[in-house]
């Protein structure tokens, strides 16, 4: 009964949804992860190649609430069953009736999208490894990690000056590849492509500035927060390779050495926002338009000295020309930093007061 009204729902989402967005549905067997499609062939830029250029957003994978790493429950499954789907679409259709009670020029379209874009049946973002689980940290990555500061851990930590806080509280960067990923907010992504270059263009902190057809990144001792990126097009298919990324971690006092977590807790993930960043880190990017009105981003990450194993997360980037940017003023009117201070010193002084005996009449 359940598959018999998704597949109604699903053949309503088709009518107004052109074939080309509907390119990868689930496989028949749950545990199977089919490559990207490679079926649809994108416009050409006036130079020549595959145009991605657009306005994408992650939002919906966000209020889809579709984790970065899988639940238990489902086990080797990288999809939902049809029971399972029909949860997330109840859920999706409650989101869509509340935000219509906030609007009155209508609902997120969270159902919809569910409908019509198949990596909403995902388990998770991640489809390697095979467990849809991070891999463990290196002993001393996990360490560091453990004791990396930041004002998004709440227990054991105090809060003096801005070396306890991550680069995202001090509007620097949400790190790379982190800021690849979904947010709770300004979710939103710009590609610009010229001749010899593409751009990716954030909503929230940060841009990059990809080269394409070089062979070297630059020199092994300049880093920076995005990297050293270099692309080429393999078919249709943008391939970036990453080096470069900001060396260190999250526990030392010299901000000029601490690094961006290559993950972050609003991606869903155990990571304090202080996993650490070795000169071995390398990320692979591949981007592939599989329909006029969706691009599959898969992100492969690699260090070694700090992850047990490499990983992939695989999502879609849903596009919408519509979609407005909101100015991301960050620093402006931040007192984020000064009130965690003000709040922690207060709570250390109020114990000690409470300690010291009572004046005598």
């Known amino acids: 009964m359940i598959r018999r009204a998704l597949a109604l729902a ?47 957003t992650l939002d919906r994978i966000n209020s889809g609430r579709i984790p970065f790493e899988r639940p238990d429950e489902a086990g080797n499954r990288f999809w939902l069953t049809d029971a399972e789907f029909a949860q997330r679409l109840e859920a999706a259709r409650r989101s869509d009736a509340a935000y219509s009670e906030e609007s009155s020029r209508g609902t997120k379209g969270l159902e919809a999208w569910m409908l019509a874009e198949p990596f909403a049946r995902r388990t998770s973002m991640l489809v390697s490894p095979a467990d849809g689980k991070l891999p463990a940290l290196q002993p001393e990555a996990e360490k560091l990690r453990a004791a990396g500061r930041s004002s998004w851990i709440t227990e054991g ?8 806080f991550d680069t995202w509280d001090r509007c620097i960067t949400r790190g790379f590849p982190a800021s690849m990923l979904p947010f709770r907010y300004n979710n939103g992504i710009r590609l610009f492509q010229a001749p010899g270059y593409v751009v990716v263009h954030f909503e929230m902190l940060g841009d990059r500035v990809i080269p394409l057809g070089r062979a070297d990144h630059r020199p092994a001792a300049v880093e920076s927060w995005m990297g050293s990126s270099v692309g080429h097009w393999d078919g249709d298919t943008l391939v970036v390779e990453t080096t470069n ?20 807790v609003a991606t869903g993930v155990r990571s304090n926002n202080a996993i650490p960043v070795s000169d071995q880190a390398r990320v692979l990017e591949r981007f592939t338009r599989t329909g006029p009105g969706a691009l599959v981003y898969e992100l492969m990450y690699s260090d070694p000295a700090v992850f047990t194993a490499p990983w992939t997360a695989r999502i879609t980037w849903t596009r919408d020309d519509a979609y407005q940017f909101f100015e991301y003023a960050c620093h402006e009117g931040n007192v984020s930093i000064r009130n965690h201070i003000n709040a922690s010193r207060a709570d250390r002084r109020e114990p000690a007061a409470l300690a010291r005996p009572a004046a005598s009449p």
């Open 10 to 56: 699903a053949a309503a989402a088709m009518a107004l949804t052109p074939p080309a967005a509907l390119a990868q549905q689930p496989p028949a067997d749950l545990t199977a992860m089919p490559p990207v499609p490679a079926t649809y062939a994108p416009a050409r830029t006036e130079w020549g190649d595959p145009d991605l250029r657009a306005t994408y």
């Open 157 to 164: 930590r105090t809060y003096d000056w801005i070396d306890d």
């Open 245 to 264: 990324i900001k060396t260190g971690d999250g526990t030392t006092r010299d901000v000029y050495r601490r690094a961006a977590s290559p993950l972050n």
